[in-house]
Nanobody, 126 residues
Framework: VQLVESGGGLVQAGGSLRLSCVVSGFSLEHYVVGWFRQDPGKEREGVSC????????YIADSVKGRFTISRDNAKNTVYLQMNRLKSEDTAVYYC????????????????????WGQGTQVTVSS
């Protein structure tokens, strides 16, 4: 089982990035996927979660209207489109899978995910 994030980098405030989470070793269609982020010295934050059929389960208030989660089960990939980036979005972004069924913000509990990617750094310069 592997989840590999990519698409991070350095971007100016107001810019955009699209993160990808490519999975292997399992069928993506059977799992919820969440995006999380963590900046050093801060707690991990659940950013967004997507259900098996592609519906968004949750989007954090801090990114609502700017970030969009999507998935392509045929490509074994989950995306996080990030627009109008702000300096406070700077963090390492992780994707993770969960075999559970969630309602709403409960999908942000990291302990309910069993496999995680290694993370991709997003740095937003102001």
């Amino acid at each position: 089982v592997q989840l590999v994030e990519s698409g991070g980098g350095l971007v100016q405030a107001g810019g955009s990035l699209r993160l990808s989470c490519v999975v292997s070793g399992f069928s993506l269609e059977h799992y919820v996927v969440g995006w999380f982020r963590q900046d050093p010295g801060k707690e991990r934050e659940g950013v967004s979660c997507i259900n098996r059929s592609g519906g968004s389960l949750y989007i954090a208030d801090s990114v609502k209207g700017r970030f969009t989660i999507s998935r392509d089960n045929a490509k074994n990939t989950v995306y996080l489109q990030m627009n109008r980036l702000k300096s406070e979005d700077t963090a390492v972004y992780y994707c993770a899978r969960s075999p559970l069924y969630f309602g709403g913000s409960s999908c942000t509990r990291g302990s309910l995910y069993d496999y995680w990617g290694q993370g991709t750094q997003v740095t937003v310069s102001s």
